[in-house]
């Protein structure tokens, strides 16, 4: 089992920032993706910004250009970096891990922007 904990997150004001960390524990090894989905009011969970193993992150055409995912391999981390924020980036933001061909997902936290 994977274990994803994020942290950051809250209320931000349109054309504002925020940064969201997560962090892996228990069976880590061979997680070969790591990143972040959202889901909105009445929406199915869409995938933001991942980054796997070796290969360039990949970002919905939705955050390109304003947000930015990094990860740290030693420390098991992801970050997200929103900058630009709008209104409709409102969501619950999920922290995603893939170890093997399984998935794994984080308990949410919200990101609510004002307009």
């Known amino acids: 089992q994977v274990q994803l904990v994020e942290s950051g997150g809250g209320l931000v004001q349109a054309g504002g920032s925020l940064r969201l960390s997560c962090a892996a524990s228990?069976?880590?090894?061979?997680?070969?993706?790591m990143g972040w989905y959202r889901q909105a009011p009445g929406k199915q969970r869409d995938l933001v910004a991942v980054?796997?193993?070796?290969?360039?992150?990949n970002y919905a055409d939705s955050v390109k250009g304003r947000f930015t995912i990094s990860g740290d391999n030693a420390k098991n981390t992801v970050s997200l970096q929103m900058t630009s924020l709008k209104p409709e980036d409102t969501a619950v933001y999920y922290c995603?891990?893939?170890?093997?061909?399984?998935?794994?997902w984080g308990q949410g936290t919200q990101v609510t922007v004002s307009s």
């Open positions: 995603y891990a893939r170890r093997f061909y399984n998935p794994y």
């Open positions: 228990g069976s880590i090894s061979s997680i070969n993706a």
């Open positions: 980054i796997t193993s070796g290969g360039a992150p």
